[in-house]
């Protein structure tokens, strides 16, 4: 590994076998990683993750864990083999997530609800718990890699990112079990930032507005709602995102160059959160 990387050492990444988990991978190949554990029911989408990867990054040690982050058991399998794997675990993001369109609460079955934060909040926040459990234990980073000349102040055991959304903060009508999952996610990432700064842990959230992605192609006619709506009405940039905008975002924030951010929730969305345009 070249001492010019920009995020020497390890990362594991949930939600690997497509959309922003697959971008993010690719970017954290890109940013110079030493090894990549990827983390995702699919089976079958992790290995052709892994497969891209390998296209252009042939000696890069990756690992497939297929996981499912509603069942803690399996969670914290996955985070301690890959631990084993690669002895220590630097960068991890939380990209695992589901929408349903369940209706509004009064139409919300409780099992559409549990499914949402299952996933989206609970399950997240148990892969967040295993990778600080691990990272807590670690030497600083500008130790671990002495060739990296990370400046001792930016030293870190570890950074985590947590994929959050947009509507944490802007509601949309008709999922409320999503938006408060979201929500949630946004919440926990403060509190793990303030309970782990001082242990060098920096714990960050993303909110991605609306991306190109399974979620927003699932049917034709999610397509024409996403396009219509929260893209043509409510993004002043008038355009869906695309995945690799979300990925930068995620190594750049896991990395020692954001060594002074923790506990933000940084937008990335195309202007969804910063109010309405009537251009």
């Known amino acids: ?29 890109v940013a110079g990683v030493s090894g990549l554990a990827l983390l995702d029911l699919n089976e079958a989408g992790l290995t052709e993750t892994k497969d891209l990867v390998h296209k252009d990054h042939p000696s890069l040690k ?9 069942s803690e058991s399996s969670i914290i399998s996955a985070y301690t083999r890959a631990k084993e794997a690669f002895s220590r675990i630097d960068y991890a ?39 600080l459990r691990i990272m807590r ?9 002495p060739d990296a000349n990370i400046a001792p102040h930016r030293g870190q055991k570890g950074s985590i990112i ?30 793990d930032a303030l309970d782990y700064a001082t242990q ?22 999610v397509r024409q709602f996403m396009m ?16 690799e905008e979300i990925a930068d975002v995620c190594v750049f924030l896991s990395g020692n160059k954001a060594s002074f951010v923790t506990g933000a929730s940084w937008s990335v969305d195309g202007g969804f959160c910063a109010g ?3 251009e």
């Open 228 to 243: 219509e709506n929260p893209v043509k009405k409510a993004t002043p940039m008038r355009r869906l995102g695309i995945p």
């Open 93 to 131: 993001v939380h990209c695992a997530g589901i929408v349903t369109w369940q209706g509004a609460s009064a139409d919300c079955t409780l099992d559409a609800f549990d499914k949402q934060n299952n996933v989206n909040y609970r399950g997240l926040w148990l892969c967040a718990r295993e990778a």
């Open 1 to 29: 590994m070249s001492s010019k990387s920009d995020v020497p050492g390890v990362a594991i990444i949930t939600g690997a076998a497509s959309g922003m988990g697959r971008a993010t991978a690719l970017a954290f190949a």
């Open 137 to 145: 234990t670690q030497p600083l980073d500008h130790e671990a890699y």
């Open 162 to 191: 947590n994929i959050s959304s947009g509507l944490a903060i802007a509601s949309q009508s008709g999922i409320p079990a999503y938006c408060g999952a979201k929500a949630g996610v946004c919440a926990i990432t403060r509190s």
């Open 200 to 221: 060098r842990i920096r714990v960050n959230a993303v909110l991605p507005g609306v991306v190109d992605t399974y979620m927003t192609n699932s049917s034709p006619e």
């Open 62 to 70: 990756i690992e497939l864990y297929t996981v499912d982050v509603t």
């Open 276 to 278: 309405f345009s009537y």
